[in-house]
């Protein structure tokens, strides 16, 4: 692996090479000390061009685990204001001897270029619409914790996955449905029309028109975040509407398996995509939401140390 | 004086003609097609195992000058049409300034005569400044020498302009010519809508976006009774509208772009920006219902929509690079070697496709090797077999999708009014 753009490109075994390594991050963060050498000498950059708490967070908090030096590069800050290409920006990070940029950018394919310009690696944090690569193997962790704990051979076959909301825009919905169908799951899509991508035949899903279908037996259902602006360009009439049709709540959820595990990426609408209840776990069935953050930071330092030679003298987990 | 192209093989479907023989120039225009050796000259050339047609004529294409002269000038421009066998091009009005006035025309055709390698006509705008609101002064234009009227980048979306700029340009017998889109479907779409798009997670242009354009166009057209020309056509349904509106008896035209023909949506996957135009390659059922539509005469034309842009403003992410691929040295090439050589149509298709129907949409000179018609005439090899190498171009522009791609046929010199124009 040279980069990490996103899951469709990566193998079934480097998933699962990542998944693996990121349980043993897991035992790190387990310590009193949450710190190893490992990328002593390092630095990690983080380029975002949007706003983000968790995935940023993690990634910061990942690197700083393994002793790498971690700078953020907030866009509101940097000469991209005075019109700078993101091509000359990847340079002038290589040019600074950066080890691994963490990018996250508004435009599809934002990561793709970033690596076309540059050997350092690159790890999308989330472009457009397209991918967020490391939220989709947190989902995957999280999923195995609960529904396979002692699959180390992380096979999900036979698990049924279902995501509802705005899969249209979201680059969530994608690389789970690379991500987990590689590890052998079920993914099914579901939202109203307006919302579904023309073309999702593409990939490896099926639509579901009706929301009581698509959680048939599921066992993990996937709540998106609605963005309120949806609303405004015509694709919905009301969040009042949405929430009845389409919300992830204790009724909903009847149809799903009796032990379903309920995740959403955040940041959440609480009460338009998913109910109080369901978020917190106390409408009976497993809330993952607070583990998908916990696995995030496993996932991102797995992410650094496969991607990022570690120093001679760093520890070898 | 007179100059003899001599021993080629000379294909003219204007009329008919694909023999070996002679093309014999008398003072910029064409004397005659005699058999080989029969006429005498003052000079000759010997273009024994050449194509000899008329002069290629690309009525879309984008000089960029006055105003982008960092992507394309009229001289690199027009080097780059004569590299491919064009004698002559219409150039679109989406200048800085527009071509929305007499001076803009005035300055276009006194550029083009000072140092371009090929003719040139100005496309006027249909409205000032492209802006969709007030008429141009579309008959000054005219007069100044403009061939056909545009809104090519900026199609006009309020029905009641347009309805009132084809009524006015019937009423001077001019050609409306229509990117086709309804931009209220295409708002920030950057590919075609569908399984691609959604795979790299970008927003889609849909098909219909263009079909229903088209579908607008094509009512006005019945109704003013204004000549339309249904600019590079990318979808089935266009195709189809055109079908029928020609069966109908609507004075109404098109073309498409080699690109249409021998790419689909799947070349933009990598975020390749040099696959990046509007309208977007569409899907494959598009692509060959497109070469259908060349088959059976409901395409009249083939025209490049040479769209040159610096490698800096194609070096970006995907959604925010502008629209638009070069053309203009690869358009015969890759009809050649992926329509003619792969059997969808004949050679004489091909130059018929690129002369004789352009020139005859918008009643321009040439096309034809007809005696009397000015010598604007073509020499091929087409047994040539090269490598499109784009940092070789004579365009001021790289952004080819057809980079590496090994072609068949390649122009070796043109003549515009019977002055060489070597390669």
């Known amino acids: 692996m040279d980069s990490l753009l996103g899951l469709r490109q990566t193998s079934a075994a480097d998933i699962r090479r990542i998944l693996s390594t990121a349980i043993s991050m897991r035992d790190v963060l387990e310590r009193s000390v949450k710190k190893v050498p490992t990328l002593r000498g390092r630095a990690v950059v983080t380029l975002f061009y949007e706003a983000s708490t968790r995935t940023r967070t993690s990634f910061e908090l990942a690197a700083k685990y393994m002793s790498a030096d971690a700078v953020n590069i907030s866009v509101a800050q940097s ?3 005075k019109g700078e290409s993101l091509t000359d920006t990847i340079r002038t990070l290589e040019a600074v001897t950066a080890d691994c940029v963490i990018i996250r950018h508004p435009s599809a394919g934002a990561a793709h270029l970033a690596a076309s310009c540059t050997p350092v690696p690159i790890i999308n944090a989330g472009d457009g619409r397209h991918e967020h690569p490391t939220q989709g193997l947190l989902d995957a962790l999280t999923i195995r914790d609960v529904w396979r704990p002692d699959a180390t051979d992380w096979d999900l076959s036979g698990l049924i996955v279902t995501i509802v909301g705005d899969v249209a825009h979201s680059r969530v919905a994608r690389s789970n449905a690379w991500g987990l169908t590689k590890l052998g799951a079920t993914v099914r899509w579901c939202g109203p029309r307006t919302l579904i991508p023309a073309g999702a035949d593409g990939l490896p899903i099926t639509v579901y028109d009706r929301l009581s279908d698509a959680l048939d037996g599921a066992h ?6 609605l963005q309120t602006e949806r609303q405004e360009r015509g694709l919905l009439p009301s969040l009042r509407e949405y929430s009845r049709c389409w919300g992830i709540t204790a009724s909903s959820l009847r149809s799903a398996h009796p032990d379903a595990l309920v995740l959403h990426p955040g940041p959440m609408n609480r009460g338009v995509e998913i109910s109080p209840e369901v978020a917190d776990g106390r409408a009976g069935h497993r809330s993952g939401i607070g583990e998908q953050v916990r696995n995030g930071v496993a996932v991102r330092m797995a992410c650094l140390y496969l991607l990022i030679k570690p120093t001679a003298e760093g520890e070898t987990l | 004086m007179t100059f003899a192209l001599r021993n080629g093989r000379v294909l003219d479907p204007s009329q008919d003609l694909d023999e070996i023989a002679d093309v014999i120039v008398r003072d910029g225009r064409i004397e005659a097609i005699t ?3 029969a006429h005498p000259s003052d000079h000759e ?19 960029r000058e006055p105003g982008f002269e960092y992507k394309e000038d009229i001289e690199t421009g027009t080097a780059a049409a004569a590299a491919g066998g064009f004698t002559a091009v219409c150039c679109m009005p989406n200048t800085n300034p527009a071509i929305d006035s007499v001076s803009v025309v005035r300055h276009i055709i006194e550029r083009a005569e000072a140092v371009g390698v090929a003719r040139v ?7 000032r400044a492209m802006e969709g609101g007030q008429l141009a002064e579309i008959a000054d234009m005219q007069a100044a020498g403009a061939c056909a009227v545009s809104d090519d ?5 309020n029905a009641e302009t347009m309805r009132r700029g084809m009524e006015y340009c019937a009423q001077l017998g001019l050609t409306v010519m229509t990117h086709n889109e309804d931009q209220s479907l295409t ?11 959604t795979l790299m997670g970008l927003p889609g242009i849909p098909a219909i976006a263009e079909d229903i354009g088209a579908a607008r166009n094509i009512i006005f057209a019945r109704l003013t009774g204004c000549r339309l020309h249904l600019l590079h056509i990318s979808t089935s349904g266009t195709a189809l509208h055109l079908q029928r509106a020609k069966a109908d008896g609507v004075p109404v035209t098109g073309e498409t772009a080699p690109h249409y023909l021998v790419l689909d949506e799947t070349a933009c996957e990598g975020y390749n920006t040099n696959a990046k135009m509007n309208p977007p390659l569409r899907r494959e059922a598009d692509r060959t219902a497109l070469i259908g539509a060349l088959q059976d005469h409901t395409i009249d034309a083939l025209a490049t929509d040479h769209a040159p842009h610096a490698v800096y403003e194609k070096e970006r992410e995907f959604d925010r690079a502008p629209f638009g691929i070069l053309g203009l040295e690869t358009a015969f090439a890759v009809g050649y070697t992926h329509l003619v050589q792969a059997g969808h149509i004949g050679l004489n298709d091909l130059i018929r496709l690129m002369s004789c129907a352009p020139a005859s949409i918008l009643g321009l000179p040439g096309g034809t090797l007809k005696p009397g018609a000015p010598a604007d005439i073509s020499v091929f090899d087409l047994t040539e077999c090269w490598t499109v190498r784009p940092e ?3 365009s001021k522009s790289r952004n080819t999708p057809f980079a590496g791609w090994d072609l068949s046929g390649r122009c070796r010199y043109t003549l515009v009014g019977g002055r060489r124009i070597d390669v």
């Open chain 2, 121 to 127: 006509y100005p496309i006027a705008s249909l409205t």
């Open chain 2, 45 to 63: 050339e010997s273009a024994e195992g050449l194509l000899i047609t008329p002069g290629l004529i690309d009525i879309h294409v984008h000089l």
């Open chain 2, 153 to 157: 980048a900026f199609p006009v979306q």
């Open chain 1, 79 to 81: 000469s991209v204001t």
């Open chain 2, 187 to 197: 708002k920030d779409g950057a590919m075609n809508e569908g399984r691609t798009a």
């Open chain 2, 392 to 394: 070789l171009f004579r």
């Open chain 1, 220 to 225: 993990v259902v996937m709540a998106l975040r």
């Open chain 2, 35 to 37: 058999p080989v050796g």
